[in-house]
């Protein structure tokens, strides 16, 4: 018996859960009756709960037969077995089981979480958090995405306070000086989807969409912050509504902010739950960034609501089929509300995270095995999520939107209320396109990494090759992998442009180029899960007539050139050249190409080499500063706006331009006086510039701004301002509010991560993190220190690359799934290009 799957002879179909909460004592109790059917004679029942006493359990036929049990806990499993005296027969069987458990803090299962009301008086509230596998640390159930069931929950609360749930309330009495809430039934669905939500709380008025009511709910004095967040809730539910052509699912929408949250949000049927960052914002104080990532989060949550909840993967190794769905119809529905935003443009740098791991040799297909939880959990990373949904771009792109959405549709028709697998999804795209789609697809599914796709002229031919894209070189094993890829070519000759689609099968093929060729692209569009490399000629060709492109096809090429640069196909020369190219350059994304990989060079050069490249920095981006100067023009997009921000930060810190950093010094003295406006996409880089450059009374404050900061946007800058000073006693000073209670845990392991990466406090960083391992380990959310950890990739000497390695090894620590190994790779890599191109930068200062 596989310790980690349940045996199916006894299903459940129905959960009646009653559960008091109790957030003085942070405990709670529960009764629960499970209506189950039982296939084959049994005398064990196995199901899921940890962390939970079972304290009672008792089953009785449709006959009215009863038999009580016994429960004997099995914890390293997270299961319970019910042994009962006779064998329970074939039928339908109602299972009573009374339990108890803890609020813990822990931010998964049925948790608190604290905050202060706007008197500065601390509260607390109960929530839950249960994918991927904690439903079973609230209440006894079959724990597993294919049982799925219907929830009918009733809450016991103090009658002070509100209670959220799933469904609409049905009914509310007083009972015992206790106020009891019953929720409606839920669909048929999954119980890592079961949600409640317990405390003061507040809500707006509901919007209707069609006959949706949708609310937002917050901690009381919050509620002005939550219309940008119900407007996209609004917008995008009725854009998936037609988009889909299935009505949503459940009979009301509840989007809650929670102060305390591991995740970004959780798409729990009916009541989405949010870390505050993700739903709750100031539109009028607020950067572009800050209002694309609500978007994008209340977007893709709601996305889920059928892609996850009303269709579901049969096990967490199709988690791709929730995840990589929810993040491309979230470009879908946020490109449709806010086309100015360019939503399909910046995707690019969520296409170019998942490159980055799936260039690594430990990387994994898109679907991989699954057995225990903590692999489970792994699998919630960017080859899931941003190459999941790039791959579905493509093929969106290869079939057609129209036949893509019909494919679709076909899908959810067909399996709602069910579970379902990639084949699933393939058989109902084949049917709407009549092309062989596993045939095309299953190598970029079920085979790890991607294709670099080489293209060089030869006479009257263009010459496409591929081979798997590595940054480290590894000894040839048989024949090399082959995709099939969908090539958008676009060729220039005689002053026009034509764009034709090659499907690359081979290892190479040639397309005929027309007279009076003059340049080639690859990936014309961008839309390819592939990188492209240019012979010299052709890649001078289009570096010459950069202005022709699209912005996501300078932002491929930007973004392809410094990958060739980390794999060791391109001399770093090669790419600061191209780089004093843009300066003219005004797209946002492109410049976070260019101003990521300065960052990371910045990482792996010896620190004599600092001022050189500082001076680097100066020369590519003063112009561009310049020209757009420190305050928004009439008239100009939230684009732009957003991109004075990013230049003006890296100008002042990676740049450490002395004029900059005095201006920046003077704006911020001026707005705090109100002498002055500052654009609200240029005040968090005067935060930033100033940390850079600040002392102890800058730190205090900074410190007081964030601890009386009035959104969860101002409290972020200023809480990662604080991990932005340079000087070693206020570093040690941060790195101990990481584990001394003064910063959350939800954001404890992000603001080490970010001390990590930085040149100028990675080693105070390192030295803590490896003392208080343990610590942190206990403190933080189970994804806590995994999210940290990535911040070794910083740590990119070759000294602090072997105490790493031993550290990890000696501790013998998991991170689940492949986790690890793709750190240690990224360190490899950056250490391995410090000491190629890192001790003589090729410009002069
Ligand atoms: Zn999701």
């Known amino acids: 018996m596989n310790p980690y799957r349940l045996p199916r002879a006894v299903a459940p179909s129905r959960y009646d859960i009653r559960l008091e909460p109790d957030l003085t004592t942070s405990t709670f109790t529960g009764v629960e009756t499970v209506t189950v059917t039982v296939s084959e004679p049994v005398t064990d029942v196995w199901l899921n709960a940890v962390e939970l006493t079972i304290t009672a359990a008792t089953i009785e036929s449709d006959r009215g037969d009863q038999q009580p049990g016994t429960a004997t806990a099995e914890p390293e499993n997270e299961r319970y077995r019910l042994t009962f ?239 990589a769905f929810a993040t491309f119809m979230e470009m879908l529905a946020v490109d449709a509300w806010k086309p100015q935003w360019r939503r399909w443009t910046s995707f690019g740098v969520s296409r170019a995270a998942a490159f980055v791991v799936d260039g690594l040799h430990s990387t994994r297909p898109i679907e991989f095995p699954v057995n225990a939880p903590r692999e489970a959990d792994a699998m919630f990373d960017v080859l899931t999520y941003e190459k999941g949904a790039s791959v579905l771009r493509m093929l969106e792109q290869f079939l057609g939107n129209e036949i893509f959405r019909e494919g679709v549709r076909d899908y959810l028709r067909t399996h709602r209320l069910d579970n379902a697998d990639t084949g699933d999804l393939w058989s109902a795209l084949e049917r709407a396109s009549r092309q062989p789609i596993p045939d095309v697809m299953n190598g970029w599914i079920f085979n ?97 007539r950069l202005n022709t492109l699209e912005p996501i096809e300078r932002f491929n090429l930007v973004n392809d050139g410094w990958a060739a640069v980390m794999a060791g196909l391109m001399p770093l020369r090669e790419y600061l050249g191209l780089t004093a190219r843009l300066r003219e350059e005004r797209d946002r994304n492109v410049w976070s190409a260019i101003l990521g990989s300065f960052a990371a060079l910045n990482r792996v050069i010896a620190p004599a080499e600092r001022p050189r490249l500082e001076a680097l920095v100066r020369d590519r981006l003063a112009p561009a500063v310049t020209a757009l100067g420190w305050t928004p023009r009439p008239g100009e997009d939230e684009l732009t706006r957003q991109l004075r921000g990013d230049l003006v930060r890296a100008l002042g810190t990676l740049g450490n331009d002395p004029a900059t950093q005095a201006r920046a010094a003077e704006l911020y003295a001026a707005h705090e006086a109100k002498t002055a406006e500052v654009d609200a996409n240029v005040l968090p880089a005067l935060i930033a510039i100033l940390a850079y450059v600040g002392d102890e009374p800058r730190y205090r404050e900074f410190l007081e701004r964030f601890r009386r900061a009035t959104t969860p946007q101002e409290e972020q800058r200023y809480l990662y301002a604080l991990a932005g000073f340079r000087q070693p006693a206020l570093i040690d000073e941060t790195l101990a509010r990481t584990i001394n209670g003064e910063i959350r845990t939800q954001d404890a392991p992000f603001v080490n991560r970010a001390m990590l990466m930085s040149v100028y406090s990675r080693e105070q960083a390192w030295r803590f993190v490896k003392m208080n391992w343990d610590v942190m380990d206990g403190l933080y959310p189970k994804h806590g220190t995994r999210r940290m950890a990535e911040g070794v990739i910083g740590l990119a000497t070759p000294e602090l690359e072997r105490d790493v390695n031993d550290f990890f090894t000696s501790r013998k620590i998991d991170l689940g799934g492949k986790t690890l190994s793709q750190y240690l790779e990224q360190l490899r890599i950056a250490v391995a290009l410090g000491e190629r191109e890192g001790r003589a930068l090729p410009v002069s200062a």
Not at 199 to 206: S, W
Not at 461 to 480: E, M, N, R, T
Not at 485 to 506: C, S, T, Y
Not at 523 to 532: E, I, K, L, T
């Open 85 to 323: 005296p006779a064998p329970l027969t074939p039928g339908t069987w109602r299972l009573r089981l009374a339990f108890t458990g803890t609020l813990n803090d822990k931010l998964r299962g049925f948790y608190r979480s604290t905050y202060k009301d706007p008197a500065g008086v601390p509260r607390v509230l109960a929530a839950t958090q249960f994918e991927a596998t904690d439903a079973r640390r609230a209440f006894p159930c079959w724990d597993e995405p294919d049982f799925k069931a219907v929830f009918a929950s009733t809450l016991v609360i103090d009658p002070a306070l509100t209670a959220v749930s799933n469904t609409s309330i049905v009914s509310e009495r007083v009972e015992n000086a206790k106020k009891v809430v019953a929720f409606a039934d839920t669909i048929k669905m999954s119980t890592y989807l079961v949600a409640y939500v317990v405390g003061e709380l507040d809500a707006t008025a509901p919007v209707m969409v069609g006959r949706t009511p949708l609310r937002v709910w917050c901690v009381p004095g919050k509620k002005r912050l939550a219309a940008f967040g119900q407007e996209i809730g609004a917008a995008s539910l009725e854009f998936f509504e037609n988009y889909y052509g299935v009505p949503y699912p459940g009979d009301k929408l509840d989007l809650l902010a929670i102060p305390d949250f591991a995740a970004g949000a959780m798409e729990n049927l009916g009541a989405i739950t949010f870390r505050e960052t993700a739903l709750l914002v100031d539109e009028a104080e607020a950067t572009h960034a800050e209002l694309e990532r609500v978007a994008d989060v209340v977007a893709h949550e709601n996305a889920h609501m059928w892609f996850g909840d009303l269709v579901t993967m049969s096990w967490w190794n199709g988690i791709w089929l929730n995840e």
């Open 448 to 544: 790890p990494g991607y294709p670099l796709v080489s293209v060089r002229r030869e006479g009257d031919d263009l010459v496409l090759s591929q081979q798997p894209f590595k940054y480290l070189a590894s000894q040839p094993s048989g024949s090399p992998q082959l995709w099939k890829i969908p090539v958008q070519l676009r060729v220039d000759a005689n002053g026009k442009r034509d764009d034709r689609r090659v499907l690359l099968e081979q290892a190479e093929q040639r397309v005929k180029v027309p007279a009076g060729f003059t340049a080639a692209l690859v990936n014309a569009g961008g839309h390819g899960f592939y990188r492209a490399r240019y012979a010299p000629d052709l890649l001078e060709a289009l570096v010459g």
